[in-house]
């Protein structure tokens, strides 16, 4: 129930490899050294469901059923702002965003919903930064304030760079979505020094929290009534009354608590190794269910959202190259991280040490005779459930329970292929981009795609026009798998959601 919100940073990377040339203003000369860098970039996106809410899942999610086949699910207008202030090694960076989507405007929308779905503004990057050498090879980066930090060699299933910062899932179904507006920073120090010309350290202290974005009950990707802004009862009546199971206040970790340090050592000329260690509070909405609270009142229950705090997670990588490709290899284990446990129909979250082991490539094969360029992107992810705690489900008398609600294994796999055609017509390049996932085996909350036998597809067209930097873009995206399934890790929560969708980008 809980999977897909951890899919948000690997739909961000997947929008890394398929964007195309970013496009910035000139750099304007303030004098004394000082220069300032700024770009914005509008989008337009509309995008269209294309079939009929399944019954099955209709049933279990009021977004499924507010939408109709050919409704649209997204209509909106979207700016992001960027600007870099630099004075010889030093600077300050500063972005912002805002959206205005015209089809959560209306009052079928919980206000929560209207807001963060329908539009807002906010505050991204705002850090200062200075670099200076050191020693005889040194070279040191400080970075202070709401910053991106992202370690690791994961692309579409990451582990070590979900750790370390929010992400926003609603803005990663949103076609055209700028990554910055999907990665969200993170108010910390941030610290990069290279001792030797192979040997290089870092580390990172973060002072605020805060929960990545999930879609909201009622909203076209929502597959919970629990979890986003405006989730309120876990069963409600027809008229929106909580039949049981009111929401109390969230559990929410220590802000100050989150740290991590890293080590990169390059082995050979294109072979690198690096081991990390972080110490971090998850992001991911878990719900935590008391159905023995209010006992002989209306509504009885109560389900509180918690965040798991104080995870040890242990990483390495390894990154290579040979030939055209570039190879990326990541293994985590984390303590303290969260899984499902059921018992008597009920689940609850409890603490667990998980094993996942990444495989990736970017291999840029050049011209082929399919295309002028031809970049290929594709990883494999296994994750292990190696121990789970046992807890009580919330009944009295009963025992503790350690069994897992999905499984204790995933197996997945994720691959893109752009195909560009530069110049295709005058002042126009064309970029074909194809992506696919597939969750070949076992389910688990973090690093798949989905319940046993979910795959998903995306194909799309692009042009652009060179003397004004537009965009055009049309996707289409479509969930398969039979959503009719007698076991929780075959669960295939957004199998009726395919959808189509035109995005018109203006970088300035």
Not at 183 to 201: D, M
Not at 479 to 493: F, I, Q, S
């Amino acid at each position: 129930m809980q999977n897909f919100k951890r899919n948000t940073l690997a739909l961000a990377i997947l929008g890394i490899c398929l964007s195309s040339e970013a496009y910035s203003a000139e750099t304007i000369n303030l004098g004394d050294d000082v220069t300032l860098d700024w770009k914005g970039t509008l989008t337009y996106s509309v995008g269209m469901r294309l079939d009929d809410p399944d019954p099955i899942l209709a049933a279990a999610s009021d977004g499924d059923a507010h939408f109709e086949k050919h409704d649209l699910i997204g209509n909106g207008l979207y700016l992001l702002l960027e600007s870099h202030l630099r004075w010889g090694n030093s600077g300050l960076v500063v972005s912002g965003s805002t959206f205005y989507d015209e089809v959560y405007q209306s009052d079928e929308f919980s206000s929560e919903a209207q807001k963060w779905h329908g539009g807002y503004t906010r505050l991204l990057d705002l850090y200062a930064y200075t670099a200076f050498a050191f020693g005889d090879e040194g070279y040191l980066d400080l970075r202070v304030g709401q910053q991106v930090v992202a370690w690791g060699e994961a692309l579409f299933f990451p582990s070590i760079s979900l750790a370390q910062g929010p992400s926003d899932a609603i803005k990663s179904y949103v076609p055209g979505t700028e990554v910055k507006d999907i990665l969200l920073p993170e108010q910390q120090v941030s610290v990069q020094a290279e001792l030797t010309n192979n040997w290089s350290v870092m580390a990172h202290w973060q002072f605020n929290w805060e929960e990545t974005i999930v879609p909201s009950p009622g909203t076209f990707f929502s597959t919970s009534q629990a979890v986003g802004y405006g989730a309120y009862c876990l069963q409600a009546l027809p008229d929106g009354t909580c039949a049981f199971g009111p929401r109390g206040p969230d559990i929410k970790p220590d802000e100050t608590s989150q740290w991590g340090v890293g080590s990169r050592y390059r082995i050979t000329d294109v072979t690198e190794l690096g081991l990390y260690y972080l110490n971090y509070n998850d992001r991911i909405p878990m719900v935590e269910i008391d159905i023995m609270a209010n006992a002989g009142q209306f509504p009885a229950g109560a389900y509180n959202i918690r965040y798991f705090d104080n995870i040890a997670l242990y990483g390495a990588t390894l990154s290579t190259s040979t030939g055209p490709a570039s190879i990326g290899a990541e293994v985590t284990y984390k303590d303290g991280a969260p899984a499902l446990v059921t018992a008597f129909d009920l689940v609850q979250p409890s603490k667990a040490e998980i094993l996942q082991a990444n495989l990736n490539a970017i291999v840029n094969f050049g011209r082929t005779s399919i295309a002028d360029a031809t970049n290929l992107t594709i990883e494999a992810s296994y994750v292990d459930i190696l121990d789970v705690d046992a807890r009580n489900i919330g009944i009295p008398g009963t025992p503790d329970t350690n069994e897992l609600y999905y499984d204790d294994h995933s197996l997945a796999i994720a691959a893109s292929l752009t195909l560009s055609y530069p110049g295709i017509f005058e002042s126009w390049d064309m970029s074909i981009p194809l992506a696919y996932s597939n969750q070949l085996s076992g389910r688990v909350i973090t690093g798949g795609v989905g319940g046993q036998g979910d795959n998903r597809a995306r194909v799309g067209i692009s042009f652009t026009h060179n003397p004004t930097g537009i965009q055009t873009s049309l996707d289409y995206v479509g969930y398969y798998g039979n959503p009719d399934v007698d076991e929780a890790y075959k669960e295939r929560t957004l199998s009726d959601r395919d959808n189509i969708g035109l995005n018109v980008k203006w970088a300035f």
